[in-house]
């Protein structure tokens, strides 16, 4: 199967960076789009940013202009850059690759997702 394991969320002030890391390992054919999420108390999980494998990206408008996704193919890793954080981008972020396994059929594609970290923007 396949995991994906997260790293870099944490508690930052408003206006701070912080630089999200995940990494999917484990029986992976291939990986088409990847994506980060982020759900906050009470409310739905939400798409944040995704990368195609052509390298196409596309980000929610609220961060729009302040959070850059990429990805390294080669270590099978996806990004998200997040500066000029708000109080309103605190929330759990989660990633999601869009994976064929080695077992799977060539024309089948599973969703796996991290494990999720934590963002708190405060002062």
């Known amino acids: 199967q396949v995991q994906l394991v997260e790293s870099g969320g944490g508690l930052v002030q408003p206006g701070g960076s912080l630089r999200l890391s995940c990494a999917a390992s484990g029986s992976i054919f291939s990986i088409s789009n990847m994506g980060w999420y982020r759900q906050a108390p009470g409310k739905q999980r939400d798409l944040v940013a995704r990368v195609t494998s052509s390298t196409s990206t596309s980000y929610a408008d609220s961060v729009k202009g302040r959070f850059t996704i990429s990805r390294d193919n080669a270590k099978n890793t996806v990004y998200l850059q997040m500066n000029s954080l708000k109080p309103e981008d605190t929330a759990v972020y989660y990633c999601?690759?869009?994976?064929?396994?080695?077992?799977?059929?060539?024309?089948?594609?599973?969703?796996?997702w991290g494990q999720g970290t934590q963002v708190t923007v405060s002062s």
């Open positions: 999601k690759a869009d994976v064929k396994t080695q077992s799977g059929g060539l024309g089948t594609t599973y969703q796996f």
